[in-house]
């Protein structure tokens, strides 16, 4: 009778190298059963499987010495705003520097390209772009108004009760230096572009686009984060917003659906128009069409909206 020897358990719940296999004492031909599949050289997962792409970016990643995890696949471990046609993208993005051999790996997309050591890291284990070099690698991939969205993320000031962090991964002018030290990567000229829209204040990838939305129907650039008591650190806050026209716009996303949430919100908007702001709202619908609706909305409420005598001189005329 063949005695059949039995894989360690965490083998069976992952892909797996060689490497590791051999390790723990598998021996060679025990992949060959079955129930253990070949994804391609010196790598192998159970018999199916289900599909988790860090997982996949994990064993990848260490069964390919010099190269690192980048483009869609990075930004989606990162879990960076990308449009819907993306966001749940199960692409494998593997880079290697020049001096090494390209990557012919079965199911991955193999990019060659120049990166400097500080481009690259260490995270959780896996060897993956960092972020900054991310935005860039996604410029030859994204429109232009996504990745201006994603910078916005990398710029944003983080709350650090929220987020543990209250230094943003990346500045303008880090990413400026970035771009500059590549000025013939594929996608160069759109990350050019999109620094000169980048804003620090946008809260979400929808913000992003309502603000360039808004910039597209020729409505004047809005103050981002703007609080309704403008020294005060815990006054209501608006996502957009005029404060010369006391204008007030928010984007309020799914999570604003929860009670909760909506009670603050409900409680956020009525401090702005007891203060006689006009406080516009918009939400999943508007992102959907464009907001182009949303832009007729805005342009609508600036022209009959109160004006600070102060600051009116060539606001009217532009919208």
């Given at each position: ?277 006009t406080v516009l709202v918009f939400r999943k619908d508007d992102l959907a069409d464009g907001f182009e609706l949303a832009t007729k909305k805005i342009k ?20």
């Amino acid at each position: 009778m063949r005695n059949e020897f039995a894989l360690p358990v965490e083998l069976f719940s992952r892909p797996f190298t060689l490497a590791e296999a051999q390790a723990q004492g598998v021996p060679r031909g025990r992949l060959l059963r079955a129930d253990i599949e070949s994804v391609s050289r010196g790598l192998y997962r159970p018999a199916g499987w289900d599909f988790d792409l860090e997982s996949a970016a994990r064993v990848l990643s260490a069964a390919t010495p010099g190269a690192w995890i980048s483009h869609v696949t990075a930004a989606r471990l990162r879990c960076s705003c990308l449009p819907p046609w993306l966001s749940d993208s199960t692409e494998l993005h593997l880079s290697k520097p020049r001096s090494l051999p390209g990557v012919r790996r079965k199911g991955v997309i193999g990019h060659t390209v120049i990166a400097a050591g500080d481009e690259v890291e260490v995270a959780d284990g896996i060897r993956i772009s960092t972020r900054s070099r991310t935005w860039l690698d996604m410029a030859r991939l994204l429109p232009l108004n996504d990745l201006v969205s994603m910078g916005d993320e990398l710029i944003r000031v983080p709350r650090q009760s929220l987020e543990g962090r209250d230094a943003p991964f990346a500045t303008i002018e880090e990413l400026r230096a970035l771009v500059g030290r590549h000025p013939n990567l594929q996608g160069v000229v759109r990350a050019r572009q999109a620094l000169a829209l980048m804003r620090v204040g946008a809260d979400s990838a929808p913000e992003s686009l309502l603000r360039l939305a808004m910039q597209d129907a020729g409505i004047p650039e809005p103050e981002l984060q703007i609080r309704l008591r403008d020294a005060g650190p815990f006054s209501p806050s608006a996502d957009l917003g005029f404060r010369q026209r006391r204008v007030a716009i928010q984007y309020d996303g799914g999570h604003h659906l929860v009670e909760t949430q909506s009670l603050s919100d409900r409680r956020r908007d009525k401090a702005f128009e007891d203060a006689g702001w006009t406080v516009l709202v918009f939400r999943k619908d508007d992102l959907a069409d464009g907001f182009e609706l949303a832009t007729k909305k805005i342009k609508k409420a600036l022209r009959s909206a109160w004006v600070d005598p102060a600051v009116a001189s060539g606001f009217t005329n532009a919208v």
